[in-house]
Nanobody, 123 residues
């Protein structure tokens, strides 16, 4: 298992930017894929972005494509989510997750999760 701690959430106006960070410890961070998911009140947790272990393969939900960027720094055991042009509908708790093998958009394939960080976008 890998332990994950998210940070960087907060309150921002529509059109603004935030960068989320997820610090990992435990099993070798660089050996697997990472993902970001989010959950709005009353809704299911949904996929946002995923990245392979080298950082060369990136995949995004259609709702964030062109606005969000996932990246990782294996030397720092950290994965990031740069969020630009934020919209009120991006308001949610954002979760970092880790899995072995290839990147995935499927929540059930991720075995390790952080505690989440709140992102609130005001209109």
């Amino acid at each position: 298992q890998v332990q994950l701690v998210e940070s960087g959430g907060g309150l921002v106006q529509a059109g603004g930017s935030l960068r989320l960070s997820c610090a990992a410890s435990g099993r070798t961070f660089s050996s697997g894929a990472m993902g970001w998911f989010r959950q709005a009140p009353g809704k299911e947790r949904e996929f946002v972005a995923t990245i392979n272990r080298s950082g060369s393969d990136l995949f995004y939900a259609d709702s964030v494509k062109g606005r969000f960027t996932i990246s990782r720094d294996n030397a720092k055991n950290t994965v990031y989510l740069q969020m630009n042009s934020l919209k009120p509908e991006d308001t949610a708790v954002y979760y970092c997750a880790a899995k072995g093998g290839s990147p995935s958009s499927k929540r059930a394939e991720f075995g390790s999760w952080g505690q989440g960080t709140q992102v609130t976008v005001s209109s």
